[in-house]
């Protein structure tokens, strides 16, 4: 079984994945709503948001969609979740938290933790939540 992180966005999910591109590499996938089956049902706004948008990161794959507010969707940010980071280094963790903080809210900037690890977490501009995560023990 593999599990899969999904977001919602209200309009920027494209935005909010070619910043993640720039900070993480690899290749978005990106399926807009007017190319869904009675999309001649949307605004012109509304055919332009994502249906689906992926981003693969290292073994795992980052999904969204954005919320179409005709169709029922309407989305609740919230501190619900988080999308926590495991990097293979310290100097990674922080250039991922540094990316990933640029022009957002830093909770707990990145500092070695009482239970051993390199840890901090963020909300990013786009209003999602991140740890990073170096476990100095495994390295």
């Known amino acids: 079984m593999k599990i899969n992180t999904y977001l919602n ?14 900070i993480f590499g690899g290749e978005i996938s990106i399926q807009k709503m ?15 948001l994502a249906m689906h948008v992926s981003l ?3 073994n795992d794959i980052l999904m969204a969609s954005d919320c179409v507010e005709s ?3 309407k989305l609740i940010p919230g501190n619900y979740s988080y ?3 495991s990097p293979d280094s310290r100097e990674e963790a922080d ?3 540094n990316a ?9 900037p990145m500092d070695d933790m009482f239970w051993g690890d ?16 170096y476990n100095t023990a495994s390295h």
């Open 9 to 22: 966005f209200n309009g920027t999910a494209e935005a909010a994945f070619n910043f993640y591109q720039s």
């Open 34 to 48: 007017g190319n869904a089956p009675g999309s001649e049902n949307f605004s012109e706004s509304e055919k332009n």
């Open 56 to 58: 693969p990161i290292g």
């Open 71 to 73: 169709m029922g969707h």
């Open 83 to 85: 999308i926590s980071l």
């Open 95 to 97: 250039r991922i938290f």
């Open 100 to 108: 990933l903080a640029d022009g957002g809210e830093i909770e707990m």
């Open 118 to 133: 390199y840890f901090g977490s963020l909300k990013d501009k786009f209003g999602i939540l991140w740890m990073i995560n």
